[in-house]
């Protein structure tokens, strides 16, 4: 269903990803993990086609975008002079869908967004990204910022959403992961290996093994 090869992915002469391949065939919560550099969000844009990379990603027969994939980059780049309710808008046209009338959390309708903490930003993009239902998300750190409330409302709405679609959650916080994922993929020495939940007592051993 979702196939991800990156033969090389390249900043200037650094080799960040090489030889990778990610194949997920069914629904579910995966895990994403990696030490700082190591190269959790290229791999996300690579996917995407937002950076330029030797290989290919496929989500059935078509190529991964931003059309059939959600992504939620883990700081959002959002509009400081619009209202929620307008970037939402502005959202929904710049992606061809159908503004949404519920939205997972609640937001002041009147104030700018300029004038939100890190938190509301954060809970303003994931609004304007949930408008849709997707088959796939690159979701990029998404609880970070977020109160425990607001945890505990995205957890429990991605749980849901994995009965039917891909959700892989760029993490460091890896009780979450264990907790939740079907598996987990560790990005180390520029490809990923992966873990079912049955493997994950093994996970820390490759983890902080500087052999493998
Ligand atoms: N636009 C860029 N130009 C040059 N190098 C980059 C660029 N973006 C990322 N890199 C480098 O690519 C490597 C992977 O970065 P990336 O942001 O994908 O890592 P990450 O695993 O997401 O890290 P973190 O856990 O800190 O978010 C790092 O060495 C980083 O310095």
């Given at each position: 269903?979702l196939?991800?090869?990156?033969?090389?992915?390249t900043y200037?002469?650094?080799?960040?990803l090489?030889?990778?391949?990610?194949?997920?065939?069914?629904?579910?919560?995966?895990?994403?993990?990696?030490?700082?550099?190591?190269?959790?969000?290229?791999?996300?844009?690579?996917?995407?086609?937002?950076?330029?990379?030797?290989?290919?990603?496929?989500?059935?027969?078509?190529?991964?975008?931003?059309?059939?994939?959600?992504?939620?980059?883990?700081?959002?780049?959002?509009?400081?002079?619009?209202?929620?309710?307008?970037?939402?808008?502005?959202?929904?046209?710049?992606?061809?869908?159908?503004?949404?009338?519920?939205?997972?959390?609640?937001?002041?309708k009147?104030?700018?967004?300029?004038?939100?903490?890190?938190?509301?930003?954060?809970?303003?993009y994931?609004?304007?990204?949930?408008?849709?239902?997707?088959?796939?998300?690159?979701?990029?750190?998404?609880?970070?910022?977020?109160?425990?409330?607001?945890?505990?409302?995205?957890?429990?709405?991605?749980?849901?959403?994995?009965?039917?679609?891909?959700?892989?959650?760029?993490?460091?916080?890896?009780?979450?992961?264990?907790k939740?994922?079907?598996?987990?993929?560790?990005?180390?020495?520029?490809k990923?290996t992966?873990?079912?939940?049955?493997?994950?007592?093994?996970?820390?051993?490759?983890?902080?093994?500087?052999q493998?």
């Amino acid at each position: 269903m979702l196939k991800i090869e990156i033969k090389s992915k390249t900043y200037s002469n650094d080799i960040v990803l090489k030889n990778l391949e990610l194949e997920i065939t069914e629904p579910g919560l995966y895990g994403l993990i990696g030490k700082n550099g190591q190269g959790k969000t290229t791999l996300f844009k690579c996917a995407l086609g937002l950076e330029k990379y030797e290989g290919k990603s496929y989500l059935g027969k078509e190529k991964v975008s931003l059309i059939n994939t959600a992504f939620c980059p883990a700081e959002p780049i959002l509009y400081d002079e619009l209202t929620t309710e307008e970037f939402n808008k502005f959202y929904a046209k710049l992606f061809m869908l159908e503004p949404s009338k519920d939205y997972l959390f609640d937001l002041p309708k009147d104030k700018l967004i300029k004038q939100f903490s890190t938190g509301m930003k954060k809970k303003t993009y994931l609004n304007a990204l949930f408008q849709k239902d997707f088959l796939v998300y690159f979701l990029d750190e998404p609880f970070n910022g977020l109160d425990i409330e607001a945890n505990y409302i995205l957890l429990n709405y991605l749980k849901e959403k994995s009965k039917t679609s891909i959700i892989i959650i760029s993490s460091h916080i890896i009780d979450v992961l264990y907790k939740n994922c079907k598996g987990i993929y560790m990005l180390k020495n520029n490809k990923t290996t992966y873990f079912n939940h049955l493997e994950f007592d093994q996970l820390e051993i490759a983890f902080f093994n500087n052999q493998s």
